[in-house]
């Protein structure tokens, strides 16, 4: 009996382990090839449907997001007299931390599930297989450009996150609450370094996004080819993608901000 | 085919986007033109205290940003701060000698800030001149401990 139970621990330890090796491997091979005028079309194509497509949900999440900050930050600041600094607590919480974290779990809910659920199909229909037969590496073929657009959208769409945001944080915060507007922006520009704070928020971004569009493109090609299994990589994709970035997340953030 | 150049038209704009939105957060959010030109000279101004004055802080001249800290260090034989400043290059030999820095505070809990003010001598400030007739930061314990002491001897 408590022989069985360790053997599974066991099982279930080495299958943990062999399941991460079998992703690095798979990253190294299907990030190394260098694409040529073929994969730049196709890498064209991911960056269409995986970065042009999510702008809208992730710029429209970006302004209520600065919205609410500014709302919420005015009140709290106009408590102690110093809602003079609602373009710093706008920009820097948007920077360091709102910006590269929902918009990752945006991109994994929006891209990263429909991702799985593309590459599981093809698997589950036999399309990669039957690649292979005719002597087209999948990985270069299929996985090589998503992960690649995956690389580059994310970063790109956090940009465009903080942007919006902090137009929406000016929005309420100077137009309608009555903030100085001098005073929003030179607190800000005051506040805000370019290296540590916009350039340690990018820093988090791509960690995200390679961390996102990884999980997404190895749980596609790993599943169990039936309609169940199908689902249940794309839950887990889900599931396994938000628990990655926000623990990362605290992890980034101790060793960028927490001065250690 | 023209489904493709549409594709494409998106993307480009997507990344031209992306990339204009860096530039906008590093202009206007975190103020990297601190009111300098592409020339700059230094002067340097010894303060008693600092308050919260860094690196990077802003250096203005009737409210209007001119440049900014280079650095703070201490003097190790006067043990008095000795802040750099870069300044715009255009005002170079234009300062007059007797130009006297104050270290200021924009609001009631704002940042800190270094206002310069010209006198009227003749002789002009050059690169790398020192300042000597400096107001230190207002500590904010200090002007209580005067109040409460004022008040002690009423």
């Keep these: 009996m408590i022989k069985q139970r360790i053997a599974s621990l066991g099982k279930s330890t080495l299958d943990t382990f062999e399941s991460l090796g079998r992703a690095t491997i798979f990253l190294c091979q299907a990030s190394i090839g260098i694409p040529g005028k073929e994969g730049f079309h196709l890498w064209l194509r991911q960056m269409h449907f995986i970065g042009v497509m999510s702008l809208a949900i992730v710029l429209v999440s970006g302004l209520f997001i600065g919205m609410v900050l500014g709302l919420q930050g005015y009140t709290i600041l106009v408590d102690f007299g110093a809602e003079d600094a609602l373009g710093q607590m706008v920009s820097l919480s948007l920077l360091r931390e709102l910006a590269p974290v929902v918009a990752a779990l945006l991109f994994a809910g929006r891209a990263g599930s429909a991702l799985t659920a593309e590459i599981g199909l093809m698997k589950a229909t036999e399309q990669l297989s039957s690649m292979e037969m005719i002597g087209v590496d999948p990985l270069r073929r299929v996985v090589a450009p998503r992960l690649w657009a995956g690389f580059v959208s994310l970063p790109l769409l956090t940009i465009g996150f903080s942007v919006v945001g902090i137009w929406g944080g000016y929005l309420v915060g100077v137009d309608w609450l009555g903030v100085n507007e001098g005073s929003y922006w030179s607190n800000m520009q005051a506040s805000v370094s370019f290296i540590d704070d916009v350039g340690n928020g990018l820093l988090k971004a791509l960690v995200f996004a390679l961390v996102v569009t990884w999980i997404a493109v190895f749980q596609g090609y790993d599943l169990v080819p039936t309609s169940e299994g199908i689902s249940r990589a794309t839950t887990r994709t889900v599931v396994y993608s938000s628990l990655a970035v926000l623990g990362l997340d605290f992890v980034l953030t101790t060793l960028m901000f927490g001065e250690l | 085919m023209k489904r493709s150049k549409t594709m494409e038209l998106g993307v480009g704009l997507f990344v031209l986007a992306g990339i204009l939105g860096l530039v906008f957060l590093g ?128």
């Design chain 2, 27 to 154: 202009l206007s959010v975190s103020g990297l033109n601190n009111g300098l030109s592409s020339t700059s000279f230094t002067l340097k101004a010894d303060f008693a205290d600092i308050g919260g004055l860094k690196k990077g802080s802003r250096v203005t001249m009737a409210g209007v940003p001119i440049g900014k800290v280079k650095s703070v260090e201490l003097d190790q034989e006067w043990f008095d701060a000795r802040v750099t400043m870069e300044l715009n290059g255009e005002l170079e030999g234009r300062l007059s000698e007797d130009t006297t820095a104050a270290i200021l505070t924009s609001g009631l809990l704002g940042e800190q800030y270094i206002g310069l003010t010209v006198g009227g001598a003749p002789d002009t400030l050059e690169d790398g001149d020192v300042i000597h007739d400096t107001q230190q930061a207002l500590v904010l314990e200090e002007l209580i401990q005067q109040f409460v002491s004022n008040m002690a001897s009423k």
